[in-house]
């Protein structure tokens, strides 16, 4: 668990619209944290990764060392042992040279995730995907729905949310029961539909989608997803991972601009990351 110090007392000499703002500042700075500290634990989603390139940062230093040596990649590899694999991944990735890392490439199974998180993991192009079909998957139950945590905490809101998910539910019924095919009496279900989707993609596109998925600015579903992913690829590849996550870790500032938080501390995210 990351321990935020705070001071036991407020500025002196201060008006109390300022002491308001004080306390303020520090609650944004420990909840920009715990975003990242906490969030794997908001929802019921399952990841697991499946399979994944057979030593993959062997085969990534050899393709480095492809471009500038005389032999062979095939006889490179034989040559290789991890820890110059490693050292020659660590110099090439500091160098910019990504392209290498292609080489590798990861497959996760991803359960109980709503439509609306798949929605935004597509837009990740450089990957495959196959997901599970509304036209033979049918939806019944309050069981088939993914539930935001700032409606759960609700106890009003959870119940119009729960009774709207029910009567969709019961007209997708209706619609079945008058012989609407699935395909269309689909048409009705929401987002928070729950879903499963097989996803691989290579070392690379992992770790663009990391930098953008694994920030505090992230949607909170999504941002789980990334961070549970990010966690099993470096048990697979450490070296090749140690430095991912969110954007501003690489960068070593913000690329969100204006739209950055001024109370989010790059170095306590980075060193939360590193800790994956």
Not at 25 to 31: E, L, S
Not at 227 to 247: C, D, H, Q, T, Y
Request: hydrophobic residues 35%; aromatic residues 8%.
């Amino acid at each position: 668990m990351l321990l935020v110090r705070q001071q036991k007392t407020t500025p002196a000499f201060c008006s109390r619209e300022a002491i308001k703002i004080w306390h303020q500042g520090c609650k944004r700075y420990i909840t920009c944290i715990r975003l990242i500290e906490k969030t794997w634990r908001i929802a019921e989603l399952k990841v697991k990764l499946l399979k994944y390139t057979p030593n993959p940062e062997l085969l990534c230093a050899a393709a480095a060392m492809t471009s500038y040596k005389s032999e062979g990649t095939s006889k490179l590899l034989e040559k290789l042992d991890l820890e110059k694999a490693r050292k020659t991944i660590r110099r090439v990735i500091s160098s910019g040279h990504h392209s290498v890392i292609e080489h590798a490439s990861f497959t996760f199974s991803v359960e109980e995730v709503s439509r609306a998180l798949t929605h935004q993991l597509v837009r990740h192009r450089i990957a495959s995907y196959t997901q599970q079909s509304q036209r033979y998957v049918t939806y019944d139950t309050l069981e088939r729905y993914v539930t935001p945590p700032n409606i759960l905490k609700n106890k009003e809101a959870k119940k119009i949310y729960n009774e709207t998910l029910m009567k969709i539910s019961d007209t997708y019924q209706k619609l079945l029961k008058y012989e609407v095919p699935k395909e269309d009496a689909r048409f009705i279900l929401p987002n928070a539909s729950k879903t499963n989707i097989l996803i691989t993609m290579n070392a690379r596109e992992l770790h663009h989608f990391f930098n953008l998925r694994c920030c505090a600015r992230s949607q909170w579903e999504i941002r789980e997803l990334a961070i549970e992913m990010l966690r099993l690829a470096k048990r697979a590849a450490p070296v090749i991972f140690e430095n991912a996550g969110p954007s501003c870790i690489e960068l070593g500032y913000c690329p969100e601009g204006a739209l950055k938080d001024p109370t989010c501390k790059i170095e306590e995210i980075k060193k939360k990351f590193m800790k994956l």
